[in-house]
């Protein structure tokens, strides 16, 4: 795919990811004192008709969802909060939310989204500072933010048709993409993991790419070979991700990664 099509695929999925960031529910459940508090959106949904979506604590405010307002809002106020798990429905939502405390005191309100989650898949709300800057003569900032919601590592073990795949990267903010352009595409971040990321996938053939992700400030990622092609069988499949030195100026600076089956 080519890059232009790639970043404004990735921003709509950014602006459809982002509403999944309210999709927090009523019902709470009490996390662990070291973990995320677990909020059930519908008790009476089955488990396995459902998705995990974290949020983040300290700058995210749920006000609505589906149309509903919510009383109390969804929000951690403390930054030292470990955040919520939520628990949502799998399929499509809408959610309304305010942003609070870029890192540059910046607000935004009522921020409206829409989003497809998976049942049995866990997320992740991110967002993302494209761009900022300070007036010199009046002091003004302005700042760009993206939200997305995008798939983190399952502890979940596999079922009878599903295997482990593990992604290791010694960069930050990678996409990795598995079947682009197909029904089944995946996006999944690396974030800022250190640890590499762990997910559940149906067994079959699948293509794998590699993206920067939006804020990186990479224009474009350029693989040594081709992008692999891999089969998911019966046994877990490890792949790592050695990106190379940065080349090139605004708007155009690109880097070339080493795609590796372990």
């Known amino acids: ?61 749920v006000i609505e969802f589906n149309g509903v307002a919510l009383n109390p809002k969804w929000y951690q106020a403390s930054i030292r909060s470990p955040g919520m798990n939520v628990k949502i429905p799998a399929g499509n939502h809408n959610i309304r939310f305010h942003y609070y405390g870029g890192e540059y005191g910046v607000r935004m309100r009522n921020v409206n989204l829409d989003i497809n989650i998976v049942a049995g898949r866990t997320y992740k709300l991110i967002y993302l500072l494209t761009d900022y800057s300070r007036s010199y003569f009046t002091g003004r900032i302005s700042e760009t933010v993206l939200f997305t919601v995008l798939e983190t590592s399952e502890k979940r073990e596999p079922g009878p048709d599903e295997q482990v795949l593990s992604i290791t990267s010694n960069r930050s903010f990678v996409l990795v993409v598995l079947n682009e352009g197909k029904d089944n595409e995946r996006i999944i971040s690396l974030g800022i993991r250190t640890e590499g990321l762990r997910l559940i996938i149906e067994k079959g053939e699948y293509t794998i790419g590699i993206f920067p992700h939006p804020g990186s400030g990479l224009a474009r990622l350029e693989p040594t070979g081709e992008q692999e092609r891999f089969i998911v069988s ?9 990106v190379g030195n940065v080349t090139g100026r605004d708007p155009n600076i690109r880097a070339t990664y080493t795609l590796t089956r372990q």
């Open 1 to 61: 795919m080519k890059k232009e099509k790639w970043m404004s695929h990735i921003i709509a999925a950014v602006a459809l990811a982002a509403s999944l960031v309210l999709c927090f529910s009523c019902g709470s459940i009490p996390g662990g004192s070291s973990g995320p508090t677990e909020i059930v959106y519908d008790q009476s949904i089955p488990s396995d008709q459902l998705a995990t979506l974290y949020i983040p604590p300290g700058s995210i405010e």
């Open 234 to 242: 019966s046994e877990p499949i490890r792949y790592s991700i050695e």
